[in-house]
């Protein structure tokens, strides 16, 4: 017999938030794309049922059923206990889902976007234009997982029910799964901590630069341009640093997140604000900063909706960025 209970709310202003340190926090920040192939026997499993989770006859899984299931289903069970005493948890700062969302800006089409007109200048048939093949972001979206120190995350992904139920979930409902472990420095913090719009860029370092070299030159050189040009559209800005292994077999290591030098968080109140920022001088001005240090062609950025699932920090604090290495 099952029994259905309200999932919990691990955010302000249900709890008291923690005091939030200027030094930099650790993230495991996990890319993800969505399993194709989600069954409907796993959709209509009783676990899922008693929720009242829609579903489908569809023989795989679309883009907005993976992500109803990742935020209605998997993340109410993972913040859920079972165990009395299993305060696991606790180690959690911070769980944001950011699901992308395909009709903002992104590295295949960015503001200002185009009209196509024909030679009298009128609109041009849209049976007519020319079709190329659309491309897509390779990723759906990640996971913003923030910790004091990284002996917090095998706490919390080695509590029983974590390991035999929510990963267990996680090789259904995602092909793919790719950790970065990072330190997190913000460069604008947040007032609000409740910003919905965010731009993800998953930068990748100049060939002319080691990891250490460009993650220096990235916060210190590339920070002050943004403190410089942070106009009223940028509510948090926050840099990721790629401390995980480079090499197979070390713990959080994964192939296609390995070459990931850092990750740019970006946030903006609405979809509009983040439309006009990709037409302002600020905007160009920062993009010219990264293309100095990074391979600006190898990199992927993208819109994402923000969904706060745990958040335990208070108002957050700009860091002073350090001047030597940050590795």
């Not at 069954?39 to 676990?47: E, I, K």
């Not at 929510?166 to 409902?173: H, R």
């Not at 420095?185 to 100049?206: D, F, G, W």
């Not at 050189?221 to 292994?245: C, M, W």
Request: net charge negative; charged share 20%; glycine share 6%.
């Amino acid at each position: 017999m099952l029994e259905i209970i309200e999932d919990r709310l691990l955010r302000l202003p249900y709890l008291q938030p923690r005091n939030h340190s200027q030094e930099p926090l650790t993230v495991l920040f996990s890319l993800l794309t969505r399993s194709v192939e989600l069954s409907r026997d796993h959709l209509n499993s009783p676990g899922v049922s008693c929720r009242a989770f829609p579903t489908s006859d569809q023989a795989t899984t679309s883009a907005d059923q993976w992500g109803a299931y990742w935020r209605q289903v998997h993340a109410p069970c993972f913040i859920h206990t079972d165990e009395a005493g299993d305060n696991s948890i606790e180690r959690l700062h911070r769980y944001v889902q950011l699901h992308r969302f395909a009709p903002g800006p992104s590295q295949v089409a960015a503001p200002p976007y185009n009209v196509c007109l024909d030679q009298l200048g009128t609109l041009w048939s849209s049976a007519t234009v020319p079709k190329g093949t659309r491309q897509r972001p390779h990723w759906d979206g990640a996971s913003y997982l923030t910790f004091s120190a990284v002996d917090d995350i095998p706490v919390v992904f080695g509590a029983g029910r974590t390991r035999q139920r929510v990963l267990a979930d996680d090789q259904s409902i995602f092909q793919d799964l790719a950790p970065i472990l990072a330190r997190e420095y913000i460069i604008i913090p947040s007032s609000t901590a409740n910003e919905t719009i965010v731009l993800v860029k998953l930068h990748v370092r100049s060939l002319a630069l080691d990891r250490v070299t460009f993650h220096h030159r990235w916060l210190n050189e590339h920070g002050d341009v943004i403190r410089s040009n942070a106009n009223s559209l940028i509510k948090r800005y926050v840099q990721l640093h790629n401390v995980g292994p480079t090499k197979a077999g070390k713990p959080f290591f994964h192939p296609d997140a390995s070459w990931i030098d850092g990750v740019t968080l970006m946030s903006f109140t609405s979809m509009n604000d983040i439309e006009d920022f990709f037409r302002s001088a600020e905007y160009r001005a920062i993009a010219q900063s990264e293309a100095l240090i990074s391979n600006v062609g190898a990199s992927e950025w993208w819109t994402a909706i923000s969904i706060g699932i745990v958040d335990r920090i208070g108002r957050e604090e700009a860091g002073d960025p350090p001047k030597g290495e940050t590795n």
